[in-house]
């Protein structure tokens, strides 16, 4: 089953344009408007071409990895999605993620993978990076890290895009100024993609949401990922950018983000050190769909969704 949770609603088909061009044809023959001239928006409105791309929140354990294989699919052909982007950095056991998992959530629909603070948690990734360009760390890691902070590459249906991944500093390892680096990195990008999707890795809203204003009109979306709870604020930005502070998480949400209860609860307790293991009960999907115009980049809508294990 699946739960819609807020946004804009599903948009319009992509197959609108033949009913415009059926009532541009009534009025012109009741001589309301230049039929000429309506044809020629018509047309160029049969050009423009919308993105629909789906971000899903931090896979978490076997259980989020469990709901990947078993739904992802179906959700990405019944919501017709262009481009599928996770958080992966918490898929193997809660803490990191192997190249066989990398492996495994690319064949099962992903296209691309972003990090955070976790991505280095199995060391065997390490020597995985430079063959999986899919796979992604925040840019802002050292120049030396293995791997790429910045994904560029193309549908199934031939549109261009990019990925962006940034990791934030209040509260989190200090590493290099997230908002001035992503300057840079958009420059890097060819001037032709107009699709721009970032995930914000970050601890604090405030750093997340001022990423989305930094960045407002300069890419399609800024996604924040990392806290495992899902935020009630997505919205389009004044320039066309998509933003939620956080997009949620996908693993069990019967437990302590992603944990099971017991051990956390028992560390808040009596601080001592405690063995934190993957919770297992009401696994659910948590991420949000973008609209986006692939002509501009400018996002049209967001919208929250919700799925879980039948």
């Known amino acids: 089953m699946s739960r819609r949770l807020a946004g804009q609603g599903k948009p319009e088909s992509r197959r609108w344009a033949p009913d415009l061009s059926r009532?541009?044809?009534?009025?012109a023959s009741h001589g309301e408007v230049d039929r000429s001239a309506l044809e020629s928006v018509v047309g160029?409105?049969?050009?423009?071409?919308?993105?629909?791309?789906?971000?899903?929140?931090d896979i978490v354990g076997a259980p989020g990895r469990r709901i990947i294989r078993d739904r992802l699919a179906d959700i990405l052909a019944q919501q017709e999605i262009d481009l599928c982007i996770a958080n992966g950095e918490n898929a193997a056991s809660g803490f990191g993620i192997t190249p066989r998992i990398v492996e495994d959530l690319l064949a099962a629909g992903?296209?691309?993978?972003?990090?955070?603070?976790?991505i280095w948690d199995r060391r065997e990734i390490l020597e995985f990076f430079p063959h999986e360009p899919r796979l992604l760390r925040?840019?802002?890691?050292?120049?030396?890290?293995?791997g790429s902070g910045l994904y560029i590459g193309r549908t199934k249906g031939g549109a261009g895009y990019a990925v962006l991944n940034l990791q934030g500093r209040t509260f989190m390892t200090p590493l290099d100024d997230p908002f001035r680096l992503s300057a840079a990195l958009l420059g890097r990008i060819p001037p032709e993609i107009k699709i721009i999707v970032v995930d914000m890795h970050a601890e604090a809203t405030s750093e997340k949401q001022a990423m989305g204003w930094h960045l407002d009109g300069k890419v399609s979306a800024v996604i924040g990922t990392h806290t495992?709870?899902?935020?009630?604020?997505?919205?389009i930005l004044p320039g066309g950018t998509a933003f939620i502070t956080d997009v949620g998480m996908t693993g069990p949400h019967d437990s302590v983000i992603g944990m099971?209860?017991?051990?956390?609860?028992?560390?808040?307790?009596?601080?001592?050190?405690?063995r934190f293991v993957v919770a297992q009960d009401n696994v659910q999907m948590n991420c949000v769909l973008i609209d986006a115009d692939e002509s501009s980049g400018r996002a049209r809508s967001i919208e929250r969704l919700c799925f879980r294990l039948d």
């Open 260 to 274: 099971e209860k017991e051990g956390v609860l028992q560390r808040f307790l009596d601080a001592l050190p405690a």
């Open 44 to 57: 160029k409105a049969c050009e423009s071409r919308h993105m629909r791309i789906l971000f899903i929140g």
């Open 138 to 146: 925040p840019a802002n890691f050292p120049e030396s890290s293995p």
């Open 23 to 27: 009532g541009v044809q009534g009025l």
């Open 228 to 235: 495992h709870v899902a935020t009630a604020d997505a919205r």
């Open 110 to 118: 992903i296209e691309v993978i972003t990090g955070g603070n976790h």
